[in-house]
């Protein structure tokens, strides 16, 4: 008979890299609350993200349970009726105007470092 003895976690402590150390390490960035915006400000931005192809935070008006805001990044995709669609880690977003409560459109990022 086999008499194999399960060590548990210990046999999977040996994947975990020290890459994956660093990254649990950084602690997150810390939320910045956007101030709200007209209409005309959140149009204008959009569609300037939309025109240079950049990066956006879309800052909805809803909140969590415990007040949070809810912020996402990703790219204006275009519009579709009366929504903004956004596509944010390979997936397609839509809010309307009216639901998004600031916006602020994100430096590109050279693709080579100094």
Same mark, same amino acid.
């Given at each position: 008979?086999?008499?194999?003895?399960?060590? *548990?976690?210990?046999?999977?402590?040996?994947?975990?890299? %020290?890459?994956?150390?660093?990254?649990?390490?950084?602690?997150e960035e810390p939320l @910045? @609350?956007?101030?709200?915006? %007209?209409?005309?400000?959140?149009?204008?931005?959009?569609?300037?993200?939309?025109?240079?192809?950049? $990066?956006?935070?879309?800052?909805?008006?809803?909140?969590?349970? *415990?007040?949070?805001?809810?912020?996402?990044? *990703?790219?204006?995709e275009g519009l579709l009726?009366?929504?903004?669609?956004?596509?944010?880690?390979?997936?397609?977003? %839509?809010?309307?105007?009216?639901?998004?409560?600031? @916006?602020?459109?994100?430096? %590109?990022? $050279?693709?080579? @470092?100094?």
């Amino acid at each position: 008979m086999n008499n194999y003895q399960d060590r *548990g976690m210990k046999k999977w402590q040996g994947f975990f890299l %020290s890459e994956h150390s660093e990254q649990l390490a950084e602690k997150e960035e810390p939320l @910045v @609350v956007l101030e709200e915006q %007209s209409d005309d400000e959140k149009s204008r931005y959009i569609y300037d993200a939309w025109r240079k192809n950049l $990066p956006i935070l879309v800052q909805l008006r809803m909140r969590s349970v *415990g007040g949070d805001v809810y912020q996402f990044h *990703g790219k204006v995709e275009g519009l579709l009726d009366d929504r903004i669609v956004f596509q944010k880690d390979g997936r397609w977003k %839509s809010y309307q105007l009216a639901s998004i409560e600031a @916006v602020r459109v994100q430096a %590109s990022q $050279p693709w080579f @470092v100094d």
